[in-house]
């Protein structure tokens, strides 16, 4: 992926195909740290811990047939790359949160993109979920 | 805050073209390939090309809606055009400019656009 918009757009196919009816989109930037967290939080189904412990391998995918699941793991490894973090709670029947953290003037930060037209786009795509979305930037 | 009426007018007008978006009975239906493959190689723009001009028609009849991969990452980025009655067509190597062609041919006049098509069918049975 060429930036973190569209590995936002690529990461919420999966609280859409969980059956979420409402999906927060959350940057929240910490200039004084060169801290970017992303967090995306759902309320779909959900994952069991046997799931959860499995689905950052590029080889797992809960759609049937198919034998490989990038999102997640492409979006883990951006982080990574960053000397960033990455985590993913869920629990089944509740919903799921994805926090990733980069450290945003690393070389190998990605930039931000066109965020807002992933907002759009995911708004018009599916006019059933609500999409929330925050930028929480500050000086701190 | 107090919403006045022409508030609610513009709401309801906004929820009526967005629910036109994915269900009801359409005449033709745009279905853009959302994978993660189809999104690495520019399926955003894609998708919202293709709703600039589905805006810009001022169609009410067209279905739009979006799917993941399709298992052929390599001809991404992708998207399918059915017409009422026809079997969907599958157009590859999207560009903005080939959206348009498709859009005006294929999707207001029925005609397919043979050099952008892959060929008939759905990626799956069922």
């Known amino acids: ?140 | 805050m107090k919403l006045k009426p022409e508030d609610l007018k513009k709401i309801s007008e906004k929820m009526e073209a967005s629910t036109n978006l994915r269900s009801g009975a359409g005449r033709a239906k745009i279905t853009v390939h959302m994978g993660t493959c189809g999104i690495a190689t520019g399926a955003r723009d894609i998708m919202k090309a293709f709703l600039d001009e589905l805006e810009a028609s001022g169609k009410k009849d067209i279905i739009f809606t979006t799917t993941g991969c399709a298992g052929l990452c390599s001809h991404e980025p992708m998207a399918t055009i059915e017409i009422q009655g026809e079997s969907p067509v599958k157009y590859v190597h999207l560009t903005k400019e080939k959206v348009k062609i498709i859009f005006e041919e294929h999707v207001l006049n029925g005609n397919i656009v043979k050099g952008s098509a892959l060929g008939r069918g759905s990626e799956r049975v069922g």
Not at chain 1, 104 to 117: N, Q
Request: hydrophobic letters at 40%; zero cysteines.
């Open chain 1, 1 to 140: 992926m060429e930036d973190l918009s569209l590995h936002i757009l690529d990461i919420v196919e999966n609280p859409i195909l969980a059956g979420s009816s409402r999906i927060e989109v959350i940057l929240e930037k910490k200039k004084k740290e060169d801290i970017l967290i992303l967090f995306i939080i759902d309320d779909g189904s959900g994952m069991d811990k046997e799931t959860l412990d499995i689905v950052s391998s590029p080889f797992y995918s809960s759609k049937e047939g198919k034998r490989f699941g990038l999102g997640i793991s492409l979006l883990k490894q951006a982080a990574l790359e960053t000397e960033g973090t990455f985590e993913i709670n869920s629990k089944a029947g509740v919903g799921t949160e994805i926090k990733a953290l980069f450290k945003s003037e690393h070389p190998d930060m990605k930039p931000l993109g066109d965020i807002m037209l992933t907002i759009r786009m995911l708004r018009l795509s599916h006019p059933e979920i609500e999409f929330y979305y925050e930028d929480r930037s500050n000086s701190k």
